[in-house]
């Protein structure tokens, strides 16, 4: 009797260290995602201008994005001949553009 209680007694912390496990790493995947890499260079000369700024380099990057957003073109650019050429099917993306 005492053995089986001690299997059903691991048998559930099995299944509670595999659920804690599946949670912990689901939520570092969903970081990964909007975790984007600096140059070490960079970080570290944007760390000096945030540090004299008091701000952080997470505020100076964001404020980068956002001028960067705001001043890009969304037209795409135009398609070659040659790309016509490879692909015929871009020839449809040209009609399709002047017909808009």
Do not use: W
């Not at 001690?6 to 790493?25: G, L, V």
């Not at 956002?66 to 490879?86: G, W």
Request: hydrophobic share 35%.
């Amino acid at each position: 009797m005492a053995n089986n209680y001690k299997r059903f007694i691991q048998n559930q912390f099995e299944k509670a260290k595999s659920t804690a496990s599946e949670f912990i790493s689901s939520r570092s995947e969903e970081q990964e995602e909007s975790t984007i890499e600096l140059n070490p260079q960079y970080y570290a000369q944007l760390k000096a201008i945030a540090d004299m700024q008091h701000t952080t380099v997470q505020a100076i990057v964001n404020g980068i994005i956002v001028q960067h957003l705001a001043s890009a073109k969304y037209e795409s650019s135009p398609i070659s001949v040659d790309q016509k050429e490879d692909n015929p099917l871009l020839y449809l993306v040209g009609i399709c553009k002047l017909e808009d």
